[in-house]
């Protein structure tokens, strides 16, 4: 998995993060490379929304180079990032809170999934038909998750998504382990009653593919 | 059985945080409940399911970290001060003009005062004595002025006197000092310029006379070499004419002897063409 690769990218990248820290803006243009693809999706599975995502990012590393030299334990960096993440995210939630009402197909940039990233993203699978299929079985997905409330959707998307620990997601959320399991089992255990709506199971997922 | 897995328990082994002792209990209790497996199962499912979520490839666009040193206004140090003051002297300001504040300052005195000006009485000004009329001071100007010109003046001429006699002083004592300065170098000179002439004289003629004897002495000796040397020369011519008179007399001798020797020869041929005819006609 990515995320895997990530992190043993990031264990070499200690150092990295020792010179962000020092101020060096190579370093920390790095770390923003490194970094600005999870924080993207973990805000776009957030908010189902390229802007939101793009903006939370932004926020997230600007905010991350200029509080970098404050951060204590540097094994804690990716626990700490996801804090100013988690906290960006909630902040536009709340300023967005008169639009959380609005029908999915409002809220859900269109013009994003339209965009050149999805021709990108798309161009590892030859098989048009089931390169549709994917990206129609992902958005359902992503429509799943976003009708789980927050804390469990935070949740979900931190530990299926971006692969942070149980102790990480502690950290980040402020919370005490336990209560994350909690919250990660009762988000799993609501969308697989969201999906079972849907009617996506084992045997329409394996259909045309 | 005391063992009851819990949510917690379940997520941590689904991701597999659940380790040693605890994950042994958790997997000795999935074997035993097949409630709880399907459950697993159910849950395991869900997870694969929701790994089709792809990733959106996003590039990460240039972040620009300004140092946002530059701080709103009101927040700058030592506003709040000058802002106070300015107010202050707003309201002191402001104040004065509602109270009718004028202040004036005229024939040397200060006026402070409130509200209307009143119209001050003549007889309240109490108009400084004059005891001097102008005309006295006029007068006092005047002869001090005077005075001031004649001290000056007087000044002016001693100053004007003592400075001429210092003046012709010094013409006089530096005029004879030239004199006697400039006496003096030409005597001197006179007596130089007179040993000059003697001495180059002297010399001259000590030159001249050393010149000629040198250039006597010299004549001397070349005319003597050269005496010398035509003496030899004719010796030598003498010797070079007596060696080719002996040489031409030595070849006359050689010559004579030759002719003899020949002369010789012809005479004992003929003698014995001689000797043999007369033989020959004998017999015949």
Redesign the interface.
């Known amino acids: 998995m990515t995320e895997t690769l990530l992190d043993i990218a990031m264990m070499h990248a200690d150092n990295l993060i020792a010179r962000a820290k020092e101020g060096d803006q190579n370093a920390q243009g790095k770390v923003v490379q490194l970094w600005y693809k999870r924080i993207y999706n973990f805000g776009y599975k957030f908010f189902l929304d390229h802007d939101m995502a793009m903006e939370v990012s932004q926020k997230t590393f600007i905010s991350m180079c200029k509080n970098l030299p404050a951060l204590q334990d540097n094994a804690r960096f990716k626990s700490w990032l996801y804090k100013i993440a988690v906290n960006y995210c909630r902040e536009e939630a709340r300023k967005k809170k008169g639009n959380r009402s609005l029908s999915f197909d409002l809220v859900w940039n269109k013009d994003a999934e339209d965009s050149p990233n999805w021709e990108s993203s798309s161009q590892r699978y030859d098989n048009p038909e089931s390169q549709f299929q994917q990206r129609e079985l992902s958005d359902v997905l992503q429509e799943a998750l976003m009708e789980l409330n927050v804390e469990q959707r935070e949740v979900v998307i931190m530990k299926e998504y971006e692969g942070l620990k149980f102790r990480e997601i502690a950290e980040v959320l402020n919370i005490s382990e336990n209560t994350v399991k909690s919250r990660m089992y009762y988000g799993l255990d609501g969308l697989r009653k969201i999906l079972d709506r849907k009617n996506i199971n084992k045997e329409t997922i394996g259909y045309g593919l | 059985m005391g063992y009851k897995a819990s ?2 328990d ?3 082994y689904l ?1 597999g ?1 659940l380790e040693g002792k605890e994950k042994e209990a958790f997997e000795q209790y999935l074997l035993e409940n097949a409630e709880a497996r399907a459950d697993f199962e ?2 395991k ?3 694969s ?2 790994s ?10 240039p ?1 620009f ?1 300004g140092d946002n040193k530059q701080r709103p206004i009101w927040t700058i140090p030592y506003l709040k001060t000058i802002v106070s003051i300015a107010a202050s002297l707003l309201i002191v300001i402001l104040a004065g003009k509602f109270a009718g504040l004028q202040v004036s300052f005229s024939d040397n005195e200060l006026k402070v005062s409130f509200g209307e000006q009143l119209p001050v009485s003549p007889a309240e000004i109490t108009k400084p004595q004059l005891s001097l009329t102008p005309n006295e001071v006029q007068e006092m100007i005047n002869t001090s002025l005077s005075q001031q010109n004649n001290a000056m003046q007087s000044n002016w001429t001693e100053a004007q006197k003592k400075l001429d006699a210092s003046i012709t002083k010094n013409l006089a004592a530096s005029s004879a000092k030239i004199d006697n300065l400039i006496k003096e170098s030409s005597l001197a000179s006179q007596d130089q310029i007179r040993q000059y002439v003697l001495a180059m004289q002297t010399e001259n003629t000590q030159v001249v006379k050393n010149y000629m004897q040198l250039s006597s002495s010299e004549q001397k000796q070349y005319i003597e070499g050269l005496l010398v040397d035509f003496a030899k020369y004719l010796q030598q011519q003498r010797n070079d004419d007596l060696q080719v008179v002996q040489t031409q007399l030595k070849s006359l001798q050689q010559n004579t002897d030759v002719f003899k020797q020949e002369t010789e020869q012809i005479l004992t041929s003929i003698i014995s063409t001689v000797g043999n005819k007369n033989s020959l006609g004998v017999r015949n």
């Open positions: 949510e917690q379940m997520m941590a991701y945080e159910k849950l499912q869900l997870r399911t929701l089709h979520v792809r990733d959106k490839e996003v590039i990460a666009p972040i970290i």
